[in-house]
């Protein structure tokens, strides 16, 4: 297993707390309406989303929910590498080969946390990803598991997030401390919001820091967006370590 799996590795550093913490913040966010399905996606790649899903399930799966990895980064999927499970089939032949879920899904050494890999490399990503196909596969595994998170490319270059947060019940963006841009940060979360996404936050990743052998940090805020004006409203600010 990859050392960024910081939850597992090191539980009682001050980043797995992080997590925890962010993992309450998303638990809070759904009082009204439950989410169980959440796309984590950010602005460019390199930025850590798949750093943060995978330690975000762990933390959730250790707070006894049956948890479900999608790595639905079709053009660059790094999960399996993060969980040292196999990538030769997954969520590309299950949408296209109509294979049922137990024959791609993966465990893992936490409990109750399993994988869906992304498979092969599809020459149409997003074309698969909005599929009714797809949209079937979603319904079926929100009804299975306690929560469901989903892992795709960069909002900024491509279209695929985007589509995948139209089938979520919510998504997270992840931001590089000192690497994203205003403006890239910007245009992702209007990405967003033109599907009508439910945008319940952003983690802000990689603050650099010397603390517990770790160098970064994470932050979590949450905004809503004022329609009326275009501009986004910061409602409220928790720093979690």
């Given at each position: 297993?990859?050392?960024?799996l910081i939850s597992l590795n090191n539980p009682k550093s001050a980043v797995a707390e992080a997590y925890r913490t962010l993992r309450t913040n998303i638990e809070f966010s759904g009082i009204d309406n439950e989410i169980k399905s959440i796309a984590i996606t950010s602005s460019e790649p390199g930025e850590g989303k798949s750093t943060v899903?995978?330690?975000?399930?762990i933390t959730m799966a250790r707070a006894n929910k049956r948890v479900l990895i999608i790595d639905a980064d079709l053009r660059k999927p790094t999960v399996h590498k993060m969980f040292g499970i196999s990538n030769k089939i997954g969520l590309?032949?299950?949408?296209?080969?109509?294979l049922p879920l137990e024959d791609v899904i993966q465990k893992t050494a936490v409990f109750g946390l399993e994988v869906l890999p992304s498979g092969p490399i599809p020459p149409n990503s997003a074309e698969l990803l909005g599929s009714k196909a797809m949209q079937k596969f979603m319904a079926e595994v929100k009804s299975q598991y306690g929560i469901v998170l989903v892992d795709t490319p960069p909002v900024g270059p491509f279209a695929d997030a985007a589509v995948i947060s139209a089938l979520v019940d919510g998504t997270i963006l992840v931001f590089s401390a000192g690497r994203v841009r205003m403006n890239d940060a910007q245009r992702?979360?209007?990405?967003?919001?033109?599907?009508?996404?439910?945008i319940l936050g952003v983690v802000l990743n990689k603050v650099p820091i010397n603390y517990s052998g770790y160098n970064y940090y994470n932050y979590y805020y949450y905004y809503t967006a004022d329609e009326e004006k275009g501009n986004s409203v910061r409602r409220r600010r928790r720093k979690i370590v």
């Open positions: 297993m990859s050392d960024m899903t995978s330690n975000l399930a590309t032949n299950l949408l296209i080969q109509n992702a979360k209007q990405m967003l919001m033109n599907v009508k996404a439910n």
